[in-house]
């Protein structure tokens, strides 16, 4: 069996997710692992569809064994994100490649990219282009383009190639021997509101299932049955919990600001401040934000504001492997990785009994983040989602 992987929100699951899936079936995958962002994800937001319906329309349309990327990886920036989801693949011993889509579609010239993210003079110029005030997406750009030139340096405009890149660089910081392979991607550009054919991005798909528009022409049949039965609760906002989010901002002093993850550089004062004086959200976001401080970013700051996340609990990689969901082919795969896993796997909370601390809390908090989730739908769902879980089968 050939087993291939990849590294997923599927917020929601659209016509190009189908286009990926297929074109690595074309090249030779016979189980396909997606290692899935659980109900929060990168963006900073809480994901539009809930971890169990992605799961289900993920395995109805082409993959066959679904796994969680922890909400610490899973909300967090490309370099982190990715560094998670390709130790969690790496520990399961059996993945032979990754896929991901691409700009470019060259893997040659990622490789490269990669490799420039490695070099000794590539620290030393991003700092002093920091140093300027610019953003970091501009400062690595920059030094990029003077190691390798600007065809390079293009490829980190464009953020597929960016995620890309950071999962060569984990699979090169792990020495892992899973291939990594990428897809050209087609259609509607990441981001956009523009439509191309019957594929549009995720985030126009995410506007419309809010604003209670049709998302049906632009994700397959099977998926678009699924997400129509979870419309009671979905799509989740966090505009739902909005409040409670600022009371939430408002009970914090600035030193528990300066616990969260990925904040530094004083950055901790110009939040508070902004907490103290804007009465929404947005207002907050729009205040702090400046070029280098990017909305994503502040996003993701509020978010583990929300969920009580700190600097303490962004551990250097998942500590188990959770099991979302799979389908027969996906049910032998799982034999197989029991043997040859690195990691403890869950497939209940009960399966937590004799495992260390670190999976314990880690689970912990996962559980305390999906009660969290309840609360940020069309109706308010009761907690403990995450302990009684049920593995999706199809």
Known sequence: MVISSLICEFDPFHNGHKYLLDNMRKRGADCIIACMSGNFTQRGEPAAFDKRTRTRAALMCGADLVLELPVTFACAGAERFAFGGVSLLNALGCAESIFFGSECGDIGLLKRAAGALDNASFGK????????????????????????GNDIAGLFRSPNNILGIEYLKALSALESSIIPETIKRIGAEHDSFSVSGNIASGSYLRQLAESGASINAFVPDEASEIFGHAKEFSPCSMNNIERALLYRLRTMTCGQLALLPDIGEGLENRLY????????????????????????????????ALLGITTEDM????????????????????????????????TRASDLNGLDSQCRRAFELESRCDDIYALTGRNVLSCGANLTFKIVTV
């Not at 110029?125 to 390798?148: D, M, N, P």
């Not at 799979?326 to 034999?335: E, H, V, W």
């Open 125 to 148: 110029a991003v700092k002093e282009k920091l140093s300027a005030g610019v953003t970091f997406a501009f400062a690595r750009e920059q030094a990029v383009r003077e190691l390798c």
């Open 273 to 304: 401040s902004a907490i103290r004086s804007c009465t929404s959200v947005q207002m907050i976001l729009e205040s702090v934000k400046t070029k280098r401080y990017t909305m994503s970013r502040l996003r993701r700051l509020l978010t583990y």
């Open 315 to 346: 551990i250097p990689s998942p500590p188990y492997v959770r099991v979302l969901g799979f389908n027969g082919t996906g049910r032998a795969a799982l034999s197989h990785i029991k043997r040859t896993c690195l990691l403890p796997m869950i």
